[in-house]
């Protein structure tokens, strides 16, 4: 039984979640194939077996696992003879604070940069749904959250200055291999690239270089998913 | 020879600097005494030798290091048979991650709420320095730096976010032993205990009973020198 992953997915197919990359960057260093099934918020009944409704969920030799955390943590402990996403336990919980970092700070900004950006590339059975929610979550119209973004670039990017300061020190967030800690960060530059034309660094950012080494690993795995220009 | 480390000393010998504190914190861990030697902001002569003007600098066998993240590097390669700090070059990659993060977010947020009380427990010479420094620095007088801080109390608490999650989960920032990246986010909180009588935290923020225990740790090495109380 192969590995099975839920996967959000848009409009022509695209892979956008930033989560569920999360997951795929980590099951590829794992060397690790699975089905991407594709997946769309209106599905709740699809992984209704989950308890709850969110992706990434997978289903490995019938174990269920979901939330991007959980999900990391499992294949590092089931495959522990692959490459290690942590490098040991204090990397681990020092992984996760990059997970804090970037969950409550730079990708909730960025959402705020490409939301309705996400709409327009949703299967059209998705976008009442998506934009009800997320309209009620910032208690303003999508166009509306989104229509300041010229404007908010900067104050996003000040946001990821503890990262900039990481990588113009070293290749990859910790060190000179990558590991789950660059996987949490890159999700959100995938997410945007997927779905959005919106360019978010300038090419002298350290960021820049590093996301188009990210964008090279495993085969390429990112750069073959449709998307968006990544420079102006 | 003892390690000398040159430490910032205001009123009353009080040790105030974080950085100062990053290394103290760190000296202890590994087991190592030294002796603290008091410098003011106006001996830049007496350290002149680094052909820098800050602290901390630590002289051990001969050698001068300065920088706190230096000294720690310094101090986990030379004295490898003791505790670690880091755990591994992966461990020291991310605690270098979380003194971006600290570096470039909370610490120059808690300056802003605090600034004023460190003037005052300054050593006399040393006052007119720091006025004229840091009010180039923040472009305002230091007591209309701090005059709002009952209001940008708030906004300080979110910058700590990321640690406030990481400390919800686990006893320490990197499991459930001190490392190195507790040392980084302690050194902003003895610095304000040291000076400041204004209250940071609120009983139930995990911060609070990390903090404790923090104080604690080596003996109760930072509950020892003279300071305000932490609970309103």
């Known amino acids: ?34 089905d991407f ?18 992706v990434p969920v997978m289903v490995d030799d019938g174990k269920v696992i979901f939330d991007s955390w959980s999900i990391a943590c499992y294949l590092e402990d089931r495959y522990a003879d692959r490459p290690s996403l942590f490098n040991g336990d204090v990397g681990r919980a020092l992984s996760r604070f ?27 059975q998705d976008r009442d749904y998506f934009r009800k929610s997320r309209e009620e979550r910032f208690g303003a119209r999508l ?22 300061l990481q990588l113009r020190e070293r290749t990859f967030m910790a060190g000179e291999a990558p590991s789950y800690a660059d996987y949490i960060v890159f999700g959100m530059f995938v997410w945007a690239r997927g779905i959005s034309p919106f360019v978010l660094l300038d090419r002298d950012d350290p960021l820049f270089q590093w996301r188009d080494r990210m964008m090279a690993l495993h085969g390429g795995l990112a750069s073959r998913m449709p998307g968006y220009s990544l420079a102006a």
């Open 98 to 124: 990059v997970q804090h970092f970037v969950d409550s700070t730079a990708q909730p900004g960025l959402a705020r940069l490409i939301i309705a950006d996400v709409h327009r590339h949703l299967v059209p």
């Open 37 to 54: 099934t594709p997946w769309h918020f209106t599905e709740k009944d699809k992984i209704a077996f989950t308890g709850q409704g969110r």
């Open 143 to 164: 166009e509306d959250i989104q229509a300041g973004r010229d404007q908010n670039l900067a104050g996003w990017r000040a946001m990821l200055e503890p990262v900039r």
């Open 1 to 34: 039984m192969p590995i099975v992953v839920y996967d959000l997915a848009g409009e022509d197919d695209r892979r956008f979640s930033p989560f569920c990359w999360r997951t795929r960057m980590a099951l590829a260093h794992k060397g690790l194939a699975a």
